[in-house]
C-alpha cells in the first residue's frame, strides 16, 4: 500500500511541475487567474480549473502538459441566465470515487452610487459552489 501512495505522490509531484510550466503560458494568454490542479493518477492525466472574467473553466490536460481537450466551462453551469460571478476555483481528485470536485467562490455584482454619482463596483460573495 506504501509502495503505491509513495509512487502516487512522486508521480503527482512530477507532473504537477510539468503541467504548470507547460501550461502556464496558455492560460495566462486567456487572462486566466487563480489556477488550480489535481492529478488523476489512473488514467495520468490532469485537470485544470481557472477564472476569466467571472467564470471557472477547466482543461484536461496530459501528463506532459498539453491540453487533451478544448476548454469547457464549469460555472455557471446555466451561463446564458446567470448573473452570478465565481472566483477562487479549487480542485481535487478523490480516489475511491476517480472524479475531480471542483469547488468556487460564489459572489454577484453589486454597485452603490455616492453624492458626487460616482458608482463604485463591488462583490458580493455568497458561498461556494460545488
Known sequence: ?????????????????????????????????????????????????????GRIYGRFVDNAGRGIAGNFLVFPVDAAISTWTYKDPTIVFKMPQNRFYIAARRGYPSSIEDREGTITVFDNSDGIAV
Open 1 to 53: 500500500m506504501y509502495k503505491y501512495l509513495w509512487t502516487s505522490l512522486i508521480a503527482m509531484g512530477l507532473s504537477l511541475i510539468v503541467v504548470a510550466n507547460a501550461y502556464a503560458d496558455p492560460i495566462a494568454a486567456l487572462g486566466a487567474r487563480t489556477p488550480a490542479i489535481a492529478i488523476d493518477p489512473v488514467l495520468d492525466r490532469g485537470m485544470i480549473v481557472y477564472e476569466v472574467g
